[in-house]
């Protein structure tokens, strides 16, 4: 059958795999800096077999053409360097700190200039776009889990002549289409849901424009931003199993929300799931499922809220995200959090694929203890 012809779920796992009478159905790990003179590739940085299965999927998956880096700062890092000198860029609020940073970085050495703007006010975000080369948007946010409009914001940042990039990575390229959307490009650290297994470093980029392609793959060969061979090789092999593992944990991450929303430790839930979320109406036209990513606000300080982080079992007291394996953590327990406004008790969990119920027990226990003590 044509890629037209199948869903997202079926392409994850049929594209990407070497096709010829006797091949092995697993792509070969290849592991080389040099190619023999003669053929495509010359040297390790121009290209390696396995990133090209893995872009194929995800640029699949997508609706366009993706550029695979060696994490999801690397493919931030690039989108940036592709700008012009002195060009305005129009950044969330709530966005990835990372990106902050970069973006920071640039602005005090000159080579760029940026303006940061509330993307959940999309009247706001608007009149900010004005003289914007790019705007950086991310939904949902972390660690808030908020939920912008992608085809508001890009319709906006398009009047104003800005391209539009979307953090989409925790909505995974399952749960939303940005490019569909309007978006120009869409960037995903795949270090978490794509791999899904906490095992890696990876990021991609996704565009339909082969200008934009171009300027990426020239600034991945000439940086040398390259994913490791077995790290493409895992990445490929973990977004197999996206739409079962996501669904398995999305539906956990629901519950979860639900009984927190009414757990006596527990003074806010966010999570676009829930009926009263502020980002639910939009999410459920926006995404086709909200996510395994949720946040709630204990009861008492930050003490209380450490109890919790470190009265888990099951659950990992960790950062990071998207794996199989369900981790917590207290965000305003780094300054760059606090800093920009994190509520000092919100603990955000990456539901993974373990039982609910069980998780729930090890939840409910460390919450119970945590304002028992
Ligand atoms: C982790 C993350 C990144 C950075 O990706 P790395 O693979 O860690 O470099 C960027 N954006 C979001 C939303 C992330 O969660």
Redesign the pocket.
Known sequence: MAPHELSRDSLLVALGRPQGAGDALAPALTPTSTYRAGGALNYARDGNPGWGDLETVIGALEGGDAVAFS??????AAVLETLPAGALVAVSRV??H??HVLLREREAAGRLRTRTIDTLDAAAAEAACDGAALLWI?TPT?PLIGVADIAALSAAAHSHGAAVIV?S??ATPLRQQPLDAGADLV?H????FIGGHSDL???VVVTHEAERVEALVHRRQTDGSVPGVLEAFLALRGVRTLAVRLERAERTAGELARRLAVHPAVALVRYPGLPDDPGHGLAARQMSGFGAMLAFETVGDADTADRVCEGVELITHAT???GVDTLLERRARYAAEREAGTPPTLIRVSVGIEDAEDLWRDLERALDSAVAS
């Open positions: 994490s999801g700062m690397a493919a931030a966005a990835y990372g990106v991310e972390n953090d990575t925790l960037l650290s795949a270090t978490k470093l990876l990021g990071s995200l998207g």
